[in-house]
């Protein structure tokens, strides 16, 4: 069972700001506390200016379920625009 747990195909995605309508009631929330547009700060920081359309997480996701990664383990792919760059 140990060995299992330890070399399993364990994978994740990590992403930056999603565009959906999560993300929507947060930036309405927090810009109406803060007084600013926070989505607009937000992609300042990003260096592709935007955030994230699901379609482009989805991708990943779907690559890390599929046989093509089958020999790729513990690792996590970041989609985040170049935030974290």
Not at 18 to 30: E, G, L, M, T
Not at 40 to 64: G, T, W
Not at 74 to 82: A, L, P, R
Request: charge should be positive; glycine fraction near 8%.
């Amino acid at each position: 069972m140990f060995s299992r747990l330890r070399f399993g195909r364990l994978r994740r995605v990590a992403s930056a700001p999603i565009h959906n309508a999560f993300q929507y009631d947060i930036k309405n929330r927090i810009s109406a506390i803060s007084g600013g547009d926070v989505t607009e700060a937000l992609n300042k920081a990003i260096p592709l200016q935007r955030h994230a359309e699901p379609d482009a997480i989805a991708s990943v996701a779907l690559y890390f379920a599929s046989a093509t990664s089958s020999y790729v383990t513990g690792q996590v792919h970041v989609v985040d625009g170049g935030l974290g760059s």
